[in-house]
């Protein structure tokens, strides 16, 4: 039995396969047009919102130890106890946002009260809102205990 290559000279089914192939493009070239506009309005959209402002100005850190290390260690033995202490200073243009834990202890409250004076925006993380006795357009005051936070940590280290 001998097999022959023959083309099929159907004319209907050449139709459908032409009527197909021209289906395929025209979906292909709807779809492409969509794609190219939701990508155009994508990234050539904008948009005004108050709140979002860019500020320029400079930061300037300083501190009071004169180019030396903090904590000399290098005597140290376990359970030693060296405590140090260093001054940064600010000096810088821009406003900075201050974040302060324990804002209504002495040191805490000194911090908020000198960051709001500089014109800084502080958020004090306090227990207790009432405590705080200051207000500020430019102070956030979040409730909540710091050692909440801090529950899941302690809880690994006393299981290691």
């Known amino acids: ?5 023959s083309r099929s000279t159907d004319p209907p089914r050449r139709r459908r396969l032409g009527i197909r192939l021209l289906a395929s493009a025209a979906v ?3 779809a492409s047009g969509a794609w190219s506009a939701a990508t155009w309005s994508a990234l050539s959209d904008s948009s005004v ?3 979002n402002s860019v500020t320029a100005g400079s930061v300037d850190l300083s501190d009071n ?3 030396g290390g903090l904590l000399a260690l290098g005597t140290a033995r376990p359970n030693d106890v060296v405590t140090g202490c260093i001054r940064v200073t600010y000096s810088g243009s821009a406003p900075a946002r201050v974040r302060v ?3 209504t202890g002495g040191t805490g409250r000194h911090l908020v009260e000198q960051s709001l004076a500089q014109g ?3 958020t004090a993380f306090v227990r207790d809102p009432a405590k705080l006795g200051t207000a500020h357009a430019n102070l956030t005051v979040v409730q909540g205990d710091a050692m909440d936070a801090l529950a899941p940590v302690v809880a690994k280290l006393a299981g290691s």
């Open 1 to 5: 039995m001998a097999f022959s290559k």
């Open 28 to 30: 292909l070239t709807v």
């Open 49 to 51: 919102t108050p709140a």
């Open 65 to 67: 130890d004169s180019g």
């Open 101 to 103: 834990f324990g804002a």
């Open 120 to 122: 800084h925006a502080v």
